[in-house]
């Protein structure tokens, strides 16, 4: 039993060096390519409910852009404080401006894809950029580090959305990290050609492609998806590139409790089982074997079985591990989590597996 257990390992390590080395290596080694700068029409997609204080921060440095043609649509989905009124007073002062109000409707009550559906219908261009309202570009060249990406066969363009640091607070650690990891994966996997997800706080995308898959139609029920369930649909190698300039960031205020962040992640994964088969599959069996992992080195190091060779591949899989997500952390600019990031990842894996059980028997909360 034991040997098996150690022949089952090995392969779980080769496994792994695979994925950090031959599949993530292709946006952790990857150079960063200047686009030609454009100056395509926008039009930037805010959705919000219940943002008043957010919407009073955030939208100015929206407005204050360094790019000569674009509008915003702010999408009110039918907020119970005063954040149609400020978006009101937005488009009283700017001419750029357009509010759409989102009534309730009780076939799509509390569903974001609703109201951003009806955002898109309102746009009056043709280039979409998306970001929710409780975040913020971190430059003033945000628009044209994005749109600068589109050509004529790339229509879909995926940004990354960063996290605020909090000094002190471990929890904002394991935010970070896992936001530099899930980010590392789609834009490899975007680089290998199987676009699979994108993250609504900055993501682009060309209106034909919206009505191309139907919209959200498919997945209109589904609470949450907005995001990585449209890109999964509508992505291919073809149409899809990434954005990863310092300046294409976005940047938005973490979960300052471990509760709220575990909510906020149920939502996310529970739309990962409508992934295409593919993804579903390249997915479980990285999780798999990170999960094994674990489990094999402990079982194996506490009978002291080939407890060399078992810690010499330990330490080796912590080598490639490292080099993968640091150089991608460089990009990123998120190198400090990277000092905790063998703690993390455990507290990250049997976070993730709570997270599938939770889901099993209960259905995660809607968007707000």
């Not at 390992?9 to 080395?21: K, R």
């Not at 009110?76 to 007073?89: C, G, K, P, R, V």
Request: aromatic share 18%; hydrophobic share 45%; with cysteine.
């Amino acid at each position: 039993m034991l040997l098996f257990i150690f022949f089952l390992f090995i392969a779980v390590i080769i496994i792994q060096f695979v994925y950090y080395i031959f599949f993530f290596g292709k946006f952790s080694f990857t150079k960063l390519q200047v686009s030609i700068t454009k100056r395509i029409p926008i039009s930037v997609i805010v959705c919000a409910k219940n943002e008043e204080e957010n919407a009073k921060k955030f939208i100015p440095l929206l407005l204050n852009q360094n790019y000569p043609n674009f509008e915003i649509v702010l999408i009110d989905d039918a907020s119970s404080d005063n954040t149609l009124e400020i978006f009101e007073a937005f488009e009283k002062t700017y001419p750029n401006v357009k509010v759409v109000k989102v009534e309730n409707n009780e076939a799509f009550w509390g569903n974001k894809k609703f109201a951003l559906t009806l955002g898109i219908k309102a746009a009056k261009n043709e280039y979409l950029l998306f970001t929710d309202a409780d975040c913020f570009p971190i430059s003033d060249n945000w628009i044209q580090e994005m749109s600068s990406n589109f050509t004529q066969q790339k229509t879909i363009i995926l940004g990354y959305g960063a996290y605020l640091k909090i000094k002190n607070s471990f929890l904002n650690k394991i935010i970070r990290f896992e936001t530099l990891f899930t980010a590392t994966q789609y834009f490899a996997w975007t680089k290998l050609g199987k676009p699979y997800m994108g993250v609504g706080r900055n993501m682009a995308y060309k209106r034909e492609e919206f009505f191309k898959t139907n919209g959200f139609i498919e997945h209109m029920k589904i609470r949450s998806g907005d995001d990585d369930l449209f890109i999964n649909q509508a992505s291919y190698s073809k149409n899809t590139t990434i954005c990863f300039t310092a300046d294409s960031f976005t940047m938005s205020k973490p979960k300052t409790s471990y509760k709220d962040w575990f909510t906020q992640k149920r939502r996310h994964i529970s739309t990962a089982r409508h992934y295409k088969s593919f993804d579903r599959i390249q997915l479980a069996l990285f999780y798999i074997t990170q999960l094994l992992f674990l489990v094999l080195s402990i079982l194996l190091l506490s009978f002291l079985y080939q407890w060399i060779i078992v810690l010499s591949l330990i330490i080796f899989r912590y080598i490639f591990t490292c080099i993968s997500l640091g150089y991608a952390s460089g990009k990123l600019k998120e190198k400090d989590v990277m000092y905790w990031f063998p703690i993390i990842e455990i507290i990250l894996i049997f976070t993730q597996l709570n997270i599938f059980i939770t889901n099993i028997f209960s259905k995660p909360a809607s968007w707000k």
